[in-house]
């Protein structure tokens, strides 16, 4: 049985419990723009393709692209402004099958979709969350994905 997404428009924290194998939260539309891909690239990932618009007509992208750690740190700030996680999380732990499918351009505005792909209760106090994490862009293409593990309070 597929579960409706929820919009995530609440600031409610959840603990571990709370959440539910399939459940599916989306974040609001972000438009990336030129200004946000050159600051971030010289801060955090200065490659060419990401700095040097005229160099990068030439690259393989065929113009400047958002790096794709950007692309992750778009959609997981409005997961994190929502504030579901809240005090309840404890941290991350780790992140997998890292994948970035199609470039983003300046213009493009992306959402994210995390579903809750698996939990585990460690122990009295905390456990682990699993969410998969999509990155879409307006076209409805999947731009990124990744798994990542999230310590909670039970």
């Known amino acids: 049985m597929m579960r409706v997404p929820i919009p995530i428009s609440r600031g409610e924290e959840m603990k571990l419990k709370e959440f539910d194998v399939g459940q599916t939260f989306l974040t609001e539309p972000v438009v990336v723009t030129k200004e946000a891909i050159l600051q971030f690239a010289e801060q955090n990932d200065p490659q060419y ?19 794709g750690f950007q692309t992750l740190s778009i959609v997981w700030v409005e997961f994190i402004k929502k504030d579901i996680l809240g005090r309840d999380c404890l941290g991350g732990m780790g992140m997998n099958q890292v994948v970035w499918r199609a470039p983003v351009y300046a213009g493009d505005e992306l959402r994210g979709v995390f579903t809750v792909s ?5 122990d009295n106090f905390k456990g682990i969350l699993n969410l998969d994490i999509q ?20």
Do not use: R
Request: hydrophobic letters at 40%; one cysteine or more; proline letters at 2%.
């Open 49 to 67: 393709f990401h700095l040097d618009e005229e160099a990068a007509k030439d690259g393989p992208f065929g113009g400047l692209i958002a790096s």
């Open 118 to 122: 698996s939990k585990k209760q460690l």
């Open 135 to 154: 990155v879409i862009n307006h076209e409805e293409q999947e731009v990124m994905s990744c798994d990542t593990m999230i310590m909670m309070k039970v």
